[in-house]
């Protein structure tokens, strides 16, 4: 099955850092999305990005669907920011397809 | 509703034991998926569904476990003969049509 590699897997910022988590998959995907999951464990959509670019805020998100990487963008990071952040995508069939995320702590 | 929930939000049950878990998606969402977090672990699909049907099973574990939907509403997961590698945050999901996934809260089911 599709392979997806999250980078880096671990990441501690002072707050009012920048920051750019990356998401390659081994093959093409249907709708990316990026979701952070906060310390109670809920799933928070962030960007449905199948590609180019979008921008919400301090959080911004490019997706290269022709070379099958993500980018997500955080800027000027806060520690509400905090908590594990995924990509996924539809490998060809209507279920998403995990990576395995990349846990950012935030110190104030 | 306004977003998709979960039912129980813990489930704490004996191994050996059967459990039903209750999705509730987002009214109007004609697909409905779900999936399972093992600790520290990113998320595994189980099972979706259009409408009423399953077009696609693949994800299930083993024959312990199966789901339905009813309605084009709610769904239920169910786990028979629990063991302890079933412990786990079951997630379901909804979205309209093709496009983006909805996520619930959860339900943190453990095996003793």
């Known amino acids: 099955g599709i392979q997806v590699e999250q980078s880096p897997p671990d990441l501690i910022l002072q707050e009012g850092a920048n920051s750019t988590l990356r998401c390659n998959f081994s093959?093409?995907?249907?709708?990316l999305q990026w979701f952070h999951q906060n310390p109670w464990g809920q799933l928070i959509n962030l960007f449905y990005?199948?590609?180019g670019t979008k921008q919400n805020g301090r959080l911004s998100a490019t997706t290269v669907a022709t070379e099958r990487y993500s980018l997500l963008y955080i800027s000027s990071s806060q520690t509400t920011d905090s908590g594990v952040y995924f990509c996924a995508g539809e490998p060809g069939r209507r279920a998403l397809t995990f990576g395995s995320g990349t846990r950012l702590q935030v110190q104030p | 509703g306004a977003g998709v929930s979960q039912s129980p939000s813990n489930k704490v049950t004996e191994k050996g034991k059967d459990v039903e878990l209750r999705c509730d998606p987002i009214?109007?969402?004609?697909?409905l998926y779900w999936y399972r977090q093992r600790l520290g672990q990113g998320l595994e699909f189980l099972i979706y569904f259009q409408g009423n049907s399953a077009p696609d099973k693949s994800g299930l574990p083993s024959d312990r476990f199966s789901a339905e939907r009813t309605g084009e509403s709610v769904s239920t997961l169910t786990i028979q003969r629990t063991q302890q590698e079933d412990s786990a945050v079951y997630l379901c999901a909804s979205s309209l049509g093709t496009g983006m996934q909805f996520f619930g809260p959860g339900t943190r089911l453990t095996v003793l």
């Open positions: 990005i199948p590609s």
């Open positions: 009214s109007g969402h004609t697909a």
């Open positions: 093959d093409s995907v249907n709708n």
